[in-house]
């Protein structure tokens, strides 16, 4: 059996699959080629990340038995069109989590402490103006004692909250699904303390927060936009490591010109691969491409996830 990982997957997936009696094929090939490239050599098993998309027309084209997300989302899959074709989808929702969760804190501290501005400007003007730059960002501040309000609270929002409460953070969280929710902390010496979330109202947790993290799925409109900012207090801070398009861009940009916004952190984009330059030039946003998953630890998981799944699924047993 052969599989095509076309947009990579981690050393320790492959040789567990080549292990497992798999032909692993780790070349990368052009959307308009995949096709053609699956049928020539008679691929059973595509998993992708989120450059390739799986669409009707591939799925029609091909004869798939298995497609893999190496990930959480997957929008760039046509996920009931390909189940309806008798095609297993799967992915590796609980992988990327931690990774993605040290992403949101990443980008907060980057901000309280101005690194998102002093990373761009002591290379050119730190020799000649040290003094100066010492002077603009030193108005910083500390998380503890802050609040972190969690837009989504499954796998994800829940790690957030523990590294949240690892920095003296206040959390609280909205979530559609859930009632309530208990998140264990666990410690590097065995200890664990489980902490209880009575999960609150969307307006509740805009209004209080002072840190807004955002974790929830693609959306048909924005969950953010000038009229949720103008809820939130003066000087609070908007991440999105989640999908581009929950967020308006524009008020976001109008919120943080003005001051309202002291801060945002975007690791994702409406446009992308081609985020506005307008907003790559803001210097109150702290900017990643997409890659809060993207860890040697995460990847390892993720391609041993997506094996285990397709080895089951090969030997007749259930895949969850």
């Known amino acids: 059996m052969k599989v095509l990982a076309n947009d990579g997957i981690s050393l320790g997936g492959k040789i567990w699959l080549e292990k497992e009696g798999f032909e692993v094929i780790t070349t990368f090939v052009a959307q308009d080629q995949l096709a053609d490239f699956i049928n020539q050599n008679n691929i059973e098993v595509l998993l992708v990340r989120s450059a390739t998309k799986v669409r009707e027309d591939l799925i029609d084209a091909t004869n798939l038995k298995i497609i893999g997300r190496g990930g959480v989302g997957m929008d760039n899959i046509d996920v009931e069109y390909a189940k309806s074709k008798g095609i297993l989808v799967i992915n590796t929702p609980a992988s990327s989590s931690a990774s993605v969760a040290e992403m949101v804190m990443a980008h907060t501290y980057g901000i309280y402490r101005n690194l998102h501005q002093s990373n761009r400007t002591m290379p050119l003007e730190g020799e000649t103006k040290f003094g100066q730059l010492k002077k603009a960002y030193g108005k910083a501040f500390e998380l503890r004692g802050r609040t972190m309000g969690i837009i989504g609270f499954g796998r994800i929002g829940r790690e957030v909250a523990k590294l949240a409460i690892g920095a003296g953070m206040k959390v609280i969280a909205y979530d559609r699904t859930y009632t309530e929710a208990d998140v264990p902390v666990e410690f590097f010496d065995g200890q664990c303390l489980m902490f209880h979330f009575d999960i609150k109202s969307f307006e509740e947790v805009i209004s209080q927060c002072d840190v807004l993290t955002i974790h929830v799925p693609a959306q048909d409109g924005y969950i953010i936009s000038n009229a949720e900012i ?13 999908r581009g398009g929950v967020i308006c861009e524009e008020d976001l940009m109008e919120a943080l010109n003005s001051g309202k916004l002291l801060g945002a952190g975007l690791d994702v984009f409406e446009d992308e691969p081609k985020p506005s330059v307008r907003l790559l030039m803001n210097e109150k946003l ?3 491409p997409h890659l809060a998953g993207s860890t040697e630890e995460a990847q390892e998981r993720i391609g041993i996830e997506l094996a285990e799944q397709i080895s089951k699924f ?3 047993e259930e895949v969850l």
């Not at 103008?230 to 989640?242: F, L, R, S, W, Y």
């Open 230 to 242: 103008e809820k939130m207090q003066d000087g609070a801070v908007i991440i999105n490591t989640a």
């Open 286 to 288: 702290s900017l990643s």
């Open 314 to 316: 090969y030997k007749g």
